[in-house]
């Protein structure tokens, strides 16, 4: 969603994920649209960060847009969540958000100037805005995307003028996260949503591209939710 809509307004993109078979699908399907390029990364192991950002490093001297959106999910039953969730999902989520920030400020630093800025969007959640309904026993995760919130606030005055921080607090979207909750049926879930829809690609891929581009220069620190009003109506 994002990835397309980035190629859309003209960027060139360099895309990472665990598994490089998806990324070649990935490639093979949006590279009609512009240039991309992929490079496979566990960025919850052991140098996955560092393995990423001497990738990117050596692909380009100047990065415009960093998108943090690498994610990791668990449930469980309050009683029997284990430690290992924790570890697992702060270490992708917020940890390896910064590291691979922080690796890349040189890059970005390079590419910024005064009417310019260099942009860091980060992926949060409506789920770090509010508790999840009962039942969503998401706990980890959830309070890893308020962290997300709070860090991209935090870098976001920390980092200014040069480079513009802010997070984008997505709803409910079709995912391999969201298969389960779907499962339900998309109707019955989204009578649920004011706007009685689900997001589609399109909602995403737009405000990445505003946050990505001129229109959006004088915001940083923004958590901006794209849920169809979900975080309002509760």
Request: glycine residues 8%; hydrophobic residues 50%.
């Amino acid at each position: 969603m994002i990835t397309e809509g980035l190629l859309r307004e003209g960027a060139s993109v360099i895309i990472s994920s665990r598994k490089q078979d998806d990324l070649d699908a990935a490639v093979a399907e949006l590279s009609p649209l512009g240039e991309i390029s992929s490079f496979a990364a566990d960025l919850g192991a052991t140098g996955g960060v560092e393995a990423l950002a001497a990738h990117v490093a050596e692909q380009v001297d100047a990065l415009h847009v960093l998108v943090n959106n690498a994610g990791a999910n668990w449930g469980a039953p309050v009683e029997d969540f284990p430690a290992s969730a924790w570890d697992k999902v702060l270490s992708v989520n917020v940890k390896a958000m910064f590291g691979l920030t922080q690796a890349l400020l040189p890059q970005l630093r390079a590419a910024s100037t005064d009417d310019d800025p260099a942009r860091v969007v980060n992926i949060g959640s409506i789920d770090g805005l509010r508790a999840p309904q009962p039942g969503i026993n998401n706990f980890s995760y959830s309070a890893s995307k308020a962290a997300v919130h709070m860090l991209t606030q935090q870098l976001a005055t920390t980092l200014a003028p040069d480079i513009l921080v802010n997070a984008i607090a997505p709803g409910l979207f079709e995912s391999k996260m969201t298969t389960g909750l779907l499962a339900f049926g998309e109707d019955a879930v989204a009578a649920q949503i004011p706007l009685r829809r689900i997001g589609r690609p399109a909602d995403m891929a737009g405000i990445a591209a505003f946050l990505a581009g001129p229109s959006s220069t004088y915001i940083t620190g923004a958590v901006i939710p794209v849920d169809g009003g979900v975080v309002a109506s509760r």
